[in-house]
């Protein structure tokens, strides 16, 4: 029965991680091929292929980006950025979008410098992502801050701390091991111990 049970919770362990990332591989597939595939899928009607609509986007995507280079379409396309500004509401909800986007892939990425910050009155550290080292444009008194964003354990959310600069260390480590160590609840790196021990 033993043997059995085990057997069984080895198969939740190797079988399961790849079952969920091939579900999430696949959902993010068919949002991402319906952007456009949804309005391409009736003219093609029995010619439409799975991937048509990613294919699309990707391409879309590409032209837009070159255009933005361009002198006139680039000049058009910073009338709209700052139409989109002004306009109440919409402009909150697309700052927040185009901020977002640009930490990840713009030139000053967010989350790439992986902090240590003290927690006060204790010796405990909790490990962060510097996103924004310049806060005195937001808030004067905060000069001496730096924003670092602390994830939740098993969660995508997180928290916002503004943090002393004194009070936080940068450390060598990869935001994406540093990222897996804090959602796991630090049981990534135990399981690459035990992998190297073994």
Do not use: C
């Not at 079952?19 to 010619?47: A, H, Q």
Request: aromatic share 10%.
């Amino acid at each position: 029965m033993k043997t059995i049970l085990k057997s069984f919770i080895n198969g939740i362990l190797t079988i399961v991680p790849i079952i969920l990332v091939i579900y999430v591989i696949y959902k993010t597939f068919i949002f991402l091929d319906s952007l456009l595939g949804n309005s391409l899928r009736p003219y093609l009607r029995e010619d439409y292929i799975p991937g048509i609509g990613l294919l699309t986007t990707i391409v879309l995507i590409t032209i837009l980006g070159w255009l933005s280079t361009k002198y006139i379409t680039g000049k058009i396309i910073k009338v709209i950025d700052l139409l989109l500004e002004k306009i109440p509401i919409v402009k909150t909800i697309y700052s927040v979008i185009k901020d977002t986007i640009q930490s990840f892939l713009g030139d000053k990425k967010a989350f790439s410098k992986v902090a240590l910050v003290v927690i006060p009155g204790t010796e405990m550290r909790s490990i962060g992502f510097i996103t924004s080292e310049q806060l005195e444009d937001f808030y004067s008194p905060l000069k001496a801050h730096v924003a670092v964003y602390v994830p939740q354990t098993f969660q995508v959310a997180g928290f916002t701390f503004l943090v002393p600069k004194e009070q936080v260390e940068i450390i060598d480590v990869k935001p994406e091991d540093a990222m897996k160590f804090v959602l796991s609840g630090g049981m990534t790196s135990i399981s690459k111990q035990k992998g190297k021990s073994s």
